[in-house]
């Protein structure tokens, strides 16, 4: 079993910066795919980014250059460096891990954290 839990969620201007991270714990984490989700109102959830443990990243074009996903096994963190945030990244973001298929569906991920606000202004 393993267990998410996010932070570093918040209100940030258009144009500006976020890094949100993801606490890990449980005994599959180091082996574990790692990727970030969000929601926004009256939306599905969306893939984001994910990692492996070797360091494989992989985007949604959508936020291509503009956000970064990377992974401290040592420390069972996952974090997502936003950048140059938009008024459309405003989201509850998701950590999840254990993908079971493609990357892109949240049904084939087994775990979920509980999510993190983040809102961009205009």
């Known amino acids: 079993q393993v267990q998410l839990v996010e932070s570093g969620g918040g209100l940030v201007q258009a144009g500006g910066s976020l890094r949100l991270s993801c606490a890990a714990s449980?005994?599959?984490?180091?082996?574990?795919?790692m990727g970030w989700f969000r929601q926004a109102p009256g939306k599905e959830r969306e893939f984001v980014a994910a990692?492996?443990?070797?360091?494989?990243?992989y985007y949604a074009d959508s936020v291509k250059g503009r956000i970064t996903i990377s992974r401290d096994n040592a420390k069972n963190m996952v974090y997502l460096q936003m950048n140059s945030l938009k008024p459309e990244d405003t989201a509850v973001y998701y950590c999840?891990?254990?993908?079971?298929?493609?990357?892109?569906?949240?049904?084939?991920?087994?775990?979920w954290g509980q999510g993190t606000q983040v809102t961009v202004s205009s």
């Open positions: 449980g005994r599959t984490f180091s082996s574990d795919v």
């Open positions: 990692v492996r443990s070797g360091g494989y990243t």
């Open positions: 999840a891990a254990g993908s079971r298929g493609s990357y892109f569906d949240p049904a084939t991920w087994a775990y």
